[in-house]
């Protein structure tokens, strides 16, 4: 047995305790490779207590007014604001991104608070008197009861953030199921949730992987599932939830293609694409991952993009001046790696080698610098894979029609973008681009909280999706009652 100060905690009941479980994984810094802590693979049982608890939890939890709910979310912004630098900063620890970089997803998390305390008027229904002589029909939105989130590791602070909020505020109970390779962030933001007063079991922290997540999909107590990850787990959580009659809304991985126009501003198209494809070291959803130019923005943004790419500052987060960190672990390193190998293979030219850097002071950090490739076959496997690393691959087509169609071929539909100054090329591409975040000028098109994230094909399986309105579609089941209040002692 390990000792309790260096093994992550669940939280369940309002009480912490270190479950019993057969293994446990290191969590590690990987830029520096330190150790950061242990974190317990949790057994089922552990997802039965928190059901129970969060079971329990409910009835008193949904009959507290609206008005009373979000006062704990209120807390936990002021805690949230207060202790941003010391969050960020273990994001950073863990997860492997700039200090910068992990400011602006908490950022994003706390504007998901602030949005679900709105809630009094978010969640309303609506009426209508006299559908027939004397009856009145309403629509009310009711909590489902338990509620479970996992998610991914690329964003530890952020994620749990697209839908916990809302769960609560709609006067349901959860329980958070972190990424096990980077649970320190969630363990920071319990012991602020624990400062709020919230009652005992409304939000519940389990800890592990595969096991957690099956004893979450099959929990008869668990009304919902609200999951971030790959494709193909995404796919498997949508499958099991929904043959378990549960609701959920499932967002997977991402290929995400950004064309550039020759009437494109080429040094602020350069700049952003930059911040896109290379930002927290590629390992976003919204992460340009394949720049397709037309005409002669060929040559133009080839050249200042190879440029940028090969002076961007790689290091450790916390050390100021990095711009880019980590990949996130040494398996992730060894995979980019071998795709770059395979692009080469299939003929790609790497114009910027990003493999095997040497980053002074950090020499066993899981690095990957900035990488270009050249010359992709537009129909290959590394045109279509997910990398999910600091790896932009360049394609180069004659017009804006073939550029929309390849857009268009992908599996994924998470995120597609368009440089341009053109309104009429702006105003085609969103009406015919088959994806559910657009940008137009813009590298991440990240929604705000108070809209929807709205992926497609294969980067969504659900119909509801995170954040805003959807989110509390989500997290209600409607009531529809038909209303006779009949005067006995009068005829109508
Ligand atoms: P992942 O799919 O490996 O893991 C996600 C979650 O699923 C984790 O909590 C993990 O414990 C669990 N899990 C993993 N394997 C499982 C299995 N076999 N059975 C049951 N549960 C399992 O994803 P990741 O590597 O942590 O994150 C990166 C992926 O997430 C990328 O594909 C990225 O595009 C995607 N992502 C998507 C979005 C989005 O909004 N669409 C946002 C962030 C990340």
Redesign the pocket.
């Known amino acids: 047995m390990l000792p309790s100060s260096s093994i992550v905690q669940n939280y369940i009941n309002g009480e912490w305790s270190a479950p019993n479980a057969e293994t446990y994984l290191e969590v590690i810094n990987p830029a520096t490779i330190e150790v950061l802590s242990k974190v317990p693979l949790s057994p089922a049982s552990e997802v039965d207590r928190a059901a129970v608890a969060a079971q329990t939890a409910f009835p008193a939890w949904r009959r507290t007014p609206a008005t009373e709910r979000i006062q704990y979310l209120f807390k936990l912004k002021a805690l949230l604001e207060e202790h941003n630098e010391d969050i960020a900063q273990t994001i950073t620890l863990e997860c492997g991104k700039t200090i910068a970089e992990s400011k602006g997803e908490m950022r994003r998390a706390i504007e998901n608070v602030e949005v679900a305390c709105g809630i009094p008027i978010l969640m309303q229904g609506y009426n209508s008197e006299d559908i027939a002589r004397g009856i009145d029909e309403h629509m009310i939105r009711q909590p489902l009861g338990v509620t479970a989130i ?6 530890p602070g952020m ?1 749990p953030f697209w839908f916990m909020p809302y769960a609560i505020a709609c006067g349901n109970t959860c329980i958070i ?5 980077v649970p320190l962030t969630m363990q920071k933001i319990f012991h602020l949730i624990e400062q709020t007063g919230l009652p005992k079991g409304v939000i519940n922290l389990v800890n592990g ?2 096991e957690v ?2 004893a979450l999909l099959d929990h008869a107590a668990i009304r919902a599932i609200s ?5 193909p ?2 796919k ?2 949508y499958s099991r939830a929904a043959a378990n009659g549960k609701r959920s809304q499932c ?4 290929k995400n293609p950004v064309i550039v126009l020759p009437d494109a501003d080429i040094a602020m198209t350069t700049k952003i694409m930059a911040d896109s494809a290379f930002g927290c070291a590629g390992q976003r ?1 919204l992460a340009a991952s394949v720049a397709i130019t037309v005409g002669s923005a060929k040559t133009t943004f080839t050249d200042a993009i190879a440029e940028v790419a090969s002076t961007r500052q790689v290091g450790f987060g916390l050390d100021s001046g990095v711009q880019m960190g980590p990949v996130i672990t040494n398996q992730s390193k060894t995979r980019i790696e071998d795709i770059i190998q395979q692009a080469e293979t299939e003929g790609a030219t790497v114009l910027v080698d990003g493999r095997s850097p040497k980053v002074s002071g950090y020499e066993n950090g899981h690095f990957v610098r900035p990488t270009i490739l050249q010359d992709i076959d537009p129909a290959g496997e590394i045109a279509k894979t ?1 990398i ?1 690393g600091p790896v932009l691959s360049l394609i180069h087509l004659d017009s804006i029609d073939d550029a929309i169609a390849l857009v268009n071929r992908s599996q994924y539909g ?1 995120m597609a973008s368009l440089f341009t100054s053109s309104g009429a090329a702006a105003r085609k591409f969103r009406y015919e681009a088959e994806a559910g975040n657009i940008g137009i000028n813009i590298g991440v098109a990240a929604p705000m909280a108070f809209f929807p ?1 709205s ?1 497609w094909k294969e ?2 399986f659900g119909d509801l999706h995170g954040q805003g309105w959807q989110a509390i579609e989500f997290f209600t089941q409607t009531k529809v009652v038909v209303e006779r209040w009949h005067d006995w002692t009068r005829q109508f």
């Open positions: 996992i998610t991914p590791f690329n964003f994620i199921k972190p990424s096990e390779r992987a595969k997540v099956d999951f971030v990850g790959s494709s787990i995404a498997y959580v967002q997977g991985g991402a959803c997910e999910f998470n994230f992926g980067s969504f």
